[in-house]
T-cell receptor
Framework: AQSVTQLGSHVSVSEGALVLLRCNYSSSVPPYLFWYVQYPNQGLQLLLKYTTGATLVKGINGFEAEFKKSETSFHLTKPSAHMSDAAEYFCAVIPLSGGYNKLIFGAGTRLAVHP | NAGVTQTPKFRVLKTGQSMTLLCAQDMNHEYMYWYRQDPGMGLRLIHYSVGEGTTAKGEVPDGYNVSRLKKQNFLLGLESAAPSQTSVYFC?????????????????FGPGTRLTVL
């Protein structure tokens, strides 16, 4: 069965530092790939997604992610962290087989940004 | 345009009590989903629906029932609550393709319901 692994349940960075959140998927056929963000006591909001085409995907709030098929990875980055980026981030996939757009989530990474 | 709304926002139950969580969407989406979120486990799919009158089991369906009598509403029921069902529950919806084929359409999430079972 398809699975999603997020390396690091907690990541802490300084304001202005690079943010790197790691995500790997398990299937040999690349699925659709997503990053969602959850701010405290809120629902999930889509940051970006990869379907086909250009492997570097830009999202909201200055985030981007790169799809690397050879590494089965879809890591999320942001060049300069802001205090407002503190949240939990979820990597998720929709396998191409199975239908009905069912998302499979990673365990999440909580990002802390300190001054 | 409210998007996806959930009722209630918080609830405390005693073991064995029942309750229903309501999800409503105003985007005319065909597909709706119920997830539970537990620390360190991400979100896991409980049940989903691909249209009015249809429901299907997800990854963790035991102890839950669902109904979709109207396209805009998706109800999640707990018949006899257990402490293991203490969680945050999220509803989501998306537009679907005819025949159920997979697409990359975004799922829109509600704000969640925090449920504690004592």
């Amino acid at each position: 069965a398809q699975s999603v692994t997020q390396l690091g349940s907690h990541v802490s960075v300084s304001e202005g530092a690079l943010v790197l959140l790691r995500c790997n998927y398990s299937s040999s056929v690349p699925p659709y790939l997503f990053w969602y963000v959850q701010y405290p006591n809120q629902g999930l909001q889509l940051l970006l997604k990869y379907t086909t085409g250009a492997t570097l995907v830009k999202g909201i709030n200055g985030f981007e992610a790169e799809f690397k098929k050879s590494e089965t990875s879809f890591h999320l980055t942001k060049p300069s962290a802001h205090m407002s980026d503190a949240a939990e981030y979820f990597c998720a996939v929709i396998p191409l087989s199975g239908g009905y757009n069912k998302l499979i989530f990673g365990a999440g990474t909580r990002l802390a940004v300190h001054p | 345009n409210a998007g996806v709304t959930q009722t209630p926002k918080f609830r405390v139950l005693k073991t064995g009590q029942s309750m229903t969580l309501l999800c409503a969407q105003d985007m005319n989406h065909e597909y709706m989903y119920w997830y539970r979120q537990d620390p360190g486990m991400g979100l896991r799919l409980i049940h989903y629906s691909v249209g009015e009158g249809t429901t299907a089991k997800g990854e963790v369906p035991d102890g839950y029932n669902v109904s979709r009598l109207k396209k805009q509403n998706f109800l999640l029921g707990l018949e006899s609550a257990a402490p293991s069902q203490t969680s945050v529950y999220f509803c989501a919806s998306t537009s679907g393709l005819a025949g159920g084929y997979t697409s990359s359409n975004e799922q829109f999430f509600g704000p969640g319901t925090r449920l504690t079972v004592l």
